[in-house]
């Protein structure tokens, strides 16, 4: 069901654990919907570069996968390219997820938003395109009606 | 791949070597329709009645109420929609459980929403178990049917469906059972337990996938459910699939003459995975009865693990298992059965299913568990909630 390199990510996640004095962290998701996922940047003051990126997730293959690949993208980055790391391109990376996974893929867009949004309010800048994290990114999200 | 231990005989079993063997015929020799009247179709029809001569001294029945089907699904749906029909002008309610497998859930839901049908779903105790008080409350004027399932598919639960076919028979209320788990697990007998309706599927019990059969006690008024020929009393017209009722008479033979000692070997070891797991790795819960429950299943839930990302890493060692997991039932919820019995959404997740055969060892329950160990505890290592649980206990015993 899943492709190779999501099995890749899966069983050998790049980046978990935690940072000490992280810079920024955001926690996505909930338990609730069985999905939760938390990034710890390291970022430097004056150039804006990501020096370090960890994560720890609570979830399915899919969002495990996500979360390791997504910490391998924004790393090295400035604010301004990690920005651009979306969740469809965390998912073009790891050659697609099946359908039903993709609102997992959402989670690793918003964990990094969520991070740099905490970054920004403790330093006091203004980061471009950034707006404040939902705190349940499930919100709004139904089941489709079933057809007998 | 090197050893792989299956722990899946919930989903499926293997088809048994000797009832692939007394299928083969029924293939390329005795190939005639059983509905033809030259020898080579006799031989065919023979085939069929012997099986369903065998399941039924196997439940008290007699053989013309055994009724093959395509599947345990399609009996379930035969039993509920075929029954509101025929008894419609007495009534439209039903009742029936929050924790029946989907095949009766979403053909009440279909009946309710499309048919007038009114459905009352009982609710289970923490062990999975109806209450009888909360039936006999339940029951009305125009109750016409009673569908409580034999024994959860999912975490293994025993209904008391003596005591509830009793309440039926004493209110002249339809009593249906799904017995895909339980027949041949447990001794089932229709006249005992009052049972009209019975579904059964044969690939659960070693036999092939794509038939099952509907017991209906004679004088139930209930139609056909596919019309066409005159197969099986005109109630499910169809060519019959020959090989496979052949294959099911002789899986059910096969499962009734070892029940007893199968069941036996298989509730010591099941057991044994239960108390190993539950003393061995922390914050976890057995779902289901301890002791009514099917003699090969164990269900438990790991806290701050998710069910998926347990069951993959569980493969990559060579086991199959399964989850109530939201992620493996394609919807954001988890399974229904483990909400029923109070589980919260977020120990429902990781929730773990683990249903045994004849064929296990207690070394592959050794090693399972040894993988379990450590899977649970890595991908413990990388939740959040594990985290800050973790942090919380630090901080009160600080304190």
Known sequence: MYSEKVMDHFQHPRNVGEIENASGVGTVGNAKCGDIMRIFLDIDDETHIIKDCKFKTFGCGAAVATSSMATEMVMGKTIEEAMKVTNKAVMEALDGLPPVKVHCS?????????????????HHIVIEGLSKPKSDIHEGEEEEEEDY | MSKMIYLDNAATTRTAPEVVEAMLPYFSELYGNPSSIYDLAGRSKEGITAAREQIAGILGAKKEEIYFTGSGTEADNWALKAAFEAYKNKGNHIITTKIEHHAILHTCEYLAKERGAEI??????????????DLEKAIRPETILISVMAANNEIGSIQPIKEI??????????????????????????????????????????????????YIRKGVKIRSFVHGGAQERKRRAGTENVPGIVGYGAAAKRAWDSMEERTAKERELRDYLISRITEEIPYVKLNGHPVKRLPNNVNVSFRFVEGESLLLMLDGCGICASSGSACTSGSLDPSHVLLAIGLPHEIAHGSLRLTLSEEITKEDLDYTVEKLKEIVQNLRNMSPLYEDFMKKQEETNVQ
């Open chain 2, 120 to 133: 009352t779903y009982l609710d289970v105790d923490e062990n999975g178990i109806i209450r009888l008080e």
């Open chain 1, 106 to 122: 959402l989670l690793a867009e918003e964990a990094i938003h969520a991070a740099l949004w905490d970054y920004a309010e403790k």
């Open chain 2, 165 to 214: 076919g009793l309440i039926a028979r004493e209110h002249g209320i339809l009593f249906h059972t799904d017995a895909v788990q339980a027949f041949c697990q447990l001794p089932i007998h229709v006249d005992e337990c009052n049972i009209d309706m019975l579904s059964s599927s044969a690939h659960k019990i070693n036999g092939p996938k794509g038939v099952g059969f509907l």
